[in-house]
């Protein structure tokens, strides 16, 4: 399969709001289930073990126009809990059974319990995440957390979870988890070759097939990509930060090329590649998954940060592994997290004399040409005077 038919398949998902390949999945056999949940760090594995298919909920896009939800929210919070009301009250998301609300800000706590207001008779949960990192502390609560889970899962589903169900589960998320690494590392090796929105739409299809399906994807995207001839430009490599809940449009990733960049990393679509080692699929997978949390995970604005010394590192680290020339600073407007952190970010690539710029942005923005300018801007700055 070409890489041109695979982003075609994928694009289609993309601007499918009706989720029509999960209910294909689970109208397919009698009683499957669909789990859904929002963009950050959720131990799929556990759904996954359930014999139910984990569902990311990303958000309506730009596809889709927000009426009822602005009832439920004021103007001046992000728009993803706004499109994700809009999803559920007109009947796109009534095939799925459960709704996880992970720890992202108060925004998304406070969709749960408007979820939950909104279909009393579905399950959902808001599901935190540690904010100590000692085994014996954070530890034990994210295994206690882990534990609960896995006992509404088998309630949900009506399957028992065992070990073993666990354990094979974590190790099809290990491949698929190392197929999304081997993507990102051939993207920064040779950019020209993985366009920055091909791979945001290979990552985004994963969220609606199941995993086992898209790990097919990944594979035929990777063999593809090595038959592919295409010319390098003269363009500079570059980061984009701060887009790890509400997505981008797609026009604006594919803006940031046009003006002129590679984008050789970024935090579009963190959810696939949240846990950045492999979790070991013997002994208990609950306190696998929980060290795997708590000691390999990716950072980021919506985790934790323990230390005032720590903000920033991740950044800086991926900047020099990926031979970054400057960091585009890309949030969602009002996303809390993102933008509180952006000073932070921006200090320490100062320190360390990476350029940088900022901007925001909106899920259903449609006015690219001034984020072009300034990305073009910026790239050619770089050019000229780094």
Not at 55 to 81: K, M, T, W
Request: aromatic share 10%; glycine share 6%; charged share 25%.
């Amino acid at each position: 399969m070409s890489t041109a038919e695979i982003i075609a398949r994928c694009e289609e998902l993309y601007e499918d709001t009706t989720f029509a390949a999960s209910r294909a999945w689970k109208e397919a056999v009698p009683g499957r289930k669909v789990v859904g949940f929002m963009p950050v760090y959720i131990p799929e594995e556990i759904i996954h073990a359930a014999g139910m298919l984990p569902l990311g909920i990303l958000g309506g896009g730009d596809n889709l126009e927000v009426i009822h939800g602005d009832a439920f929210y004021q103007s001046y919070i992000c728009r993803i809990p706004r499109s994700t009301i809009e999803l559920g009250l007109t009947g796109r998301l009534d095939f799925v059974d459960g709704m996880l609300f992970p720890s992202i800000c108060d925004v998304i706590r406070n969709l749960s319990g408007m979820w939950k207001l909104m279909k009393p008779g579905v399950y959902a949960k808001y599901f935190d995440v540690p904010q100590n990192y000692r085994d014996d502390i954070g530890g034990e609560y994210y295994q206690n957390e882990m534990q609960e889970l896995r006992h509404d899962m088998e309630k949900l589903s009506g399957n028992t979870i065992t070990d073993e169900a666990l354990n094979n589960s974590i190790a099809i998320y290990n491949e698929h988890r190392q197929l999304v690494r081997d993507v990102y590392a051939m993207r920064s090796a040779e950019p020209w070759k993985v366009p920055s929105s091909e791979v945001y739409l290979v990552m985004r299809a994963g969220q609606v097939l199941p995993v086992e399906e898209h790990i097919v994807m990944l594979k035929e995207y990777l063999a593809a990509v090595v038959k592919e001839d295409k010319p390098i430009r003269d363009k500079c490599r570059i980061i984009t930060c701060g887009s790890f809940c509400e997505q981008p449009p797609l026009n604006m990733i594919k803006s940031i090329e046009m003006a002129g960049c590679y984008v050789v990393d970024d935090d579009y679509m963190l959810v696939n590649r949240w846990l950045m080692e492999e979790v070991p699929t013997d002994g208990d997978p609950i306190k696998s998954l929980a060290d795997a949390f708590l000691h390999h995970s990716a950072d980021s604005s919506a985790k934790y940060c323990d230390t005032q010394e720590k903000v920033g590192q991740y950044l800086l680290d991926s900047v020099i592994k990926n031979k970054a020339e400057g960091v585009i600073f890309a949030a969602p407007s009002f996303c809390d997290p993102a933008l509180l952190e952006r000073p932070l970010l921006s200090a320490k690539m100062s320190e360390n004399n990476v350029p940088h710029i900022s901007f925001k942005y909106a899920e259903n923005s449609g006015q690219m040409q001034p984020i072009r300018e300034q990305a073009g801007t910026f790239a050619d700055s770089i050019k000229l005077w780094s």
